[in-house]
């Protein structure tokens, strides 16, 4: 393995229910709510992000029936969605996945605080990563990547746009 994994980034919950999922984290694990997006016009997913013991935890809740989260709820039902992990360089942990044969989805490699590549859950031990590389500024300031996230500026497409 050429590259360095640093840190557990987030874990993604998919929920039917964002007001009773937050109820949830806040009073039965001590999580604090960090923010809630209100859908915007337009949009098929809202979310709400908490801080449970220094993780983030983030709530992604689908507007309709259409959408990754919401069909993923049709077809799992409520839970973890994905883990965000964070790499120090992204075309290094890619090139090494693919030469080990690991299966990548949905490479978002555009310019804004981080680049990131999903792992298929055939190749993640039946879990979906999203392996994420943070632009050097913010890598190390949890609260700078943490106000990315909360302000709009990472985009997906199909999730946030």
């Known amino acids: 393995m050429g590259f360095q994994s640093r840190q557990l980034d987030h874990i ?7 007001d009773g999922a937050i109820e949830t984290m806040t009073s039965l694990l001590g999580a604090t709510l960090l923010w ?3 859908p915007r016009p ?10 449970l013991g220094g993780l983030l935890i983030v709530l ?7 959408g990754i989260f ?5 077809r799992r039902g409520p839970g973890i969605h994905h883990i965000g992990y964070s790499v ?10 693919e030469r080990d044969g690991h299966r990548l989805l949905n490479a978002q490699l555009t310019e804004g605080p981080r680049r990131e ?3 298929h859950p055939k190749s993640g031990l039946g879990i979906l990563w999203q392996m994420i590389e943070w632009k050097p500024e913010i890598r190390d300031n949890q609260e700078a990547r943490r106000a990315a ?3 709009g500026e990472v985009r997906i497409p199909g999730i946030t746009e």
């Open 12 to 18: 993604a919950i998919a929920v039917p229910d964002l």
């Open 36 to 38: 809630r997006h209100e």
């Open 42 to 51: 337009g949009a098929i997913n809202t979310s709400a992000a908490l801080d």
């Open 60 to 66: 992604e809740h689908p507007l309709g029936q259409a």
């Open 70 to 74: 919401a069909e993923f709820l049709r």
């Open 88 to 97: 120090d360089n992204l075309d290094e942990a890619m090139a090494d996945a």
């Open 117 to 119: 590549v999903l792992i």
């Open 149 to 151: 996230l909360r302000d």
